[in-house]
């Protein structure tokens, strides 16, 4: 067992003589997952404050829009520059004060007097939580056995679906019936992320080859891998089904199927329910059947549960149904993308690098871009025509994901393994 963990990465689970520590493990798996699960609440707690924001800032849907793009791309861009650093300087020295950042500018957003002012603590913030991404991807990495490491990042990727799509319109609209204004809400849901910078500071150690001098691999390794950029094309076309549905369909719901916005509200926990089963779900399947087979069998799902919604009629259980399945594939794939299929495509040594290009890619586009461009395809031709735009892109990453290089370790040692 010890021989196929040094082949995978140097994990900062090993206690002396060589055994592995599962009960480390589990600790910082469930420390960073809850910590992933604040940074979708913290991003995703906008949009159900935003009427009570707007009547209070005055401020309009072209700002709203501009709030949730800004912080994407800074969440993308950082998610590219700090992952080469955290490979550097280690886990903990990038984690910690990211996990502080964010929550201390989420925070800060109920401070805001004004637009400008909100836009600079969230895009402030999206850049913190990009920062902690790649970084926590691959620290619970060093912590898995090889064997479970698709699924312990499934279950920390899962938390953001989780608590982002699931828990935060519940928590808003609850926090606002006894608070005095939204801006209590964001100070309070800050207050979490301090606690767990703690308890992580007790917890989490550097792998062993991070607390030594040794020769850095070139960060160029990152960009020439076959994975690295396979992996962050297939997730661009995942993100353009997540960030367009998430983005669009409220919106479809009420104004082309008619339904109340209470009955919207059900139908979209959907996407964090669902979601939130599929991110471990499908990554720890990949853990059994392979990287490869799991990411094409993803896309295939997304794309027939987004053809069945956006064909379904104004009835709620079946919109929900079919968006929870949606959901269950497309989140399924940031997971089983931005995890194992990043971390095993370079050495160890470039781990957090290599995450951090394929998610901050895909962010980059998917929070920035491809929402632009479904807001064009409805206001010139019709909210409904949505729908292309997630299943062109699921049909070219169910293209790509078949070029995909398998590096499961389970299915590496198979005999005959041909990949």
């Known amino acids: 067992m010890t021989a196929a963990i040094a082949a995978n990465t140097t994990p900062a689970a090993l206690r002396g003589g060589g055994s592995w520590d599962a009960r480390y493990e589990w600790r910082v798996v469930l420390l960073l997952s809850l910590s992933f699960g604040l940074v979708g609440l913290d991003r995703w707690i906008l949009g159900p404050l935003f009427p009570a924001i707007m009547a209070d800032l005055h401020l309009d849907y072209g700002q709203l829009g501009t709030l949730v793009g800004g912080l994407g791309i800074a969440w993308g861009v950082f998610a590219i520059l700090i992952g080469n650093l955290s490979d550097r300087i280690g886990r903990r020295a990038v ?160 104004d082309f199927l008619h339904l109340t916005p209470v009955t919207m509200g059900l139908v979209m926990s959907g996407m964090g329910w669902g979601g939130f089963l599929g991110e471990f779900m499908v990554a720890g399947i990949s853990d059994r059947i392979g990287r490869r087979p799991a990411t094409a069998l993803a896309f295939l799902g997304a794309a027939v549960g987004t053809w069945f919604f956006a064909h379904a009629p104004a009835d709620p259980w079946l919109l929900f149904g079919w968006l929870s399945v949606t959901a269950f594939f497309a989140l399924g794939l940031t997971s089983i993308l931005a995890g194992p299929v990043a971390s095993e495509a370079v050495s160890p040594a470039l781990m957090s690098s290599s995450v951090g290009v394929v998610a901050g890619a895909g962010e980059i586009f998917g929070g920035g871009i491809a929402p632009v461009i479904a807001g064009f395809v409805a206001q010139h031709y019709g909210i409904a025509q949505i729908f292309v735009i997630p299943l062109a892109g699921l049909a070219i990453g169910l293209a790509l994901s078949l070029f995909l290089r398998e590096t499961a370790p389970r299915r590496e040692r198979l005999p005959g393994h041909v990949d």
């Open 95 to 254: 984690l910690l004060p990211a996990l502080v950042v964010f929550s201390a500018l989420s925070g800060a957003a109920g401070l805001a007097t004004g637009f400008v002012m909100l836009l600079l603590a969230r895009t402030t913030m999206g850049a913190a939580e990009g920062a902690f991404l790649p970084a926590s991807v691959a620290a619970t990495a060093e912590a898995s056995l090889p064997m479970r490491r698709g699924l312990n990042q499934g279950l920390q990727l899962g938390a953001f679906a989780l608590f982002g799509f699931g828990i935060a319109p519940i928590v808003a609209t609850q926090l606002l019936q006894v608070l005095p204004s939204w801006r209590e809400v964001f100070m309070i849901v800050a207050i979490p992320g301090f606690i767990l910078a703690f308890l992580l500071n007790r917890v989490l150690r550097d792998a062993p080859r991070l607390a030594v001098t040794a020769p850095r691999a070139p960060w160029t390794d990152v960009i020439k891998s076959r994975n690295v950029i396979l992996g962050a094309l297939c997730l661009l076309a995942a993100m353009s089904c997540i960030f367009v549905l998430g983005a669009m369909v409220p919106n479809y719901l009420v």
